[in-house]
Every structure is written in structure tokens, then in C-alpha cells.
């Protein structure tokens, strides 16, 4: 049974950082592609970064996340990270992990971040 179990979210305030951690079991994260999601109250979710089985990183095209967010891979911890630096009120959703791989599709249950202004 794969299970993708997210942590480190909490409250900052604004211009603070945040690692997030999405810690897999059943499964490993050098398979596929690992990404990260985040969802606003009253908006759809939306991609922020992936890193794939071969180590290439892609990250959201919004001006809105540029150059803040870095994804990263443990092999050995069986993990993936979300380092989060100058974060912004807008920021503040629920980030969640997803890994796909051939033709399934898994989720983890969400980290809320909230960053205060």
C-alpha cells in the first residue's frame, strides 16, 4: 500500500522559510515523478515543483513562486522536500505531495502553510 505522508507545514510569518517533507512508504520516490501541489481555500489546486526519476526539476512558471521554492530528493530517507524561502501571505494553502509513475497517481493527505502578514 503506497502512502505519501506530508509534514513541516505550520504558521510563518511573511518573508519567513518552510521545508516541507513528504516521506514515502510502499513505493519509492526515485520512481516516476514526485511532485508538489498546494491548494487555496475557494481555489483549484495548483502544480508548484516536480523532480523526476532521472533527477530533472520543474517548477512552476508563476511569477508568484519563482525563485523562491526549491524541490529535493532523499533516495536513502525515501523522500521528497519543498524548501520555501521569502514566503508571502499568498502562500498560505494546503501543499501536497503526488508521485506518478506509469499509470498511477497517488496523494498524500496535505500540510497546511499559513503565512501571516
Known amino acids: 500500500q503506497v502512502q505519501l505522508v506530508e509534514s513541516g507545514g505550520g504558521l510563518v510569518q511573511a518573508g519567513g522559510s518552510l521545508r516541507l517533507s513528504c516521506a514515502a512508504s510502499g513505493t519509492s520516490v526515485s520512481l516516476g515523478a514526485m511532485g508538489w501541489y498546494r491548494q487555496a481555500p475557494g481555489s483549484r489546486r495548483e502544480f508548484v515543483a516536480r523532480?523526476?526519476?532521472?533527477?530533472?526539476?520543474?517548477?512552476s512558471l508563476s511569477d508568484s513562486m519563482k525563485g523562491r521554492f526549491t524541490i529535493s530528493r532523499d533516495n536513502a530517507k525515501n523522500t521528497v522536500y519543498l524548501q520555501m524561502n521569502s514566503l508571502k501571505p499568498d502562500d498560505t494553502a494546503v501543499y501536497y505531495c503526488n508521485q506518478k509513475y506509469l499509470r498511477d497517481d497517488y496523494w498524500g493527505q496535505g500540510t497546511q502553510v499559513t503565512v501571516s502578514s
Open positions: 523532480v523526476t526519476s532521472s533527477g530533472s526539476t520543474t517548477y
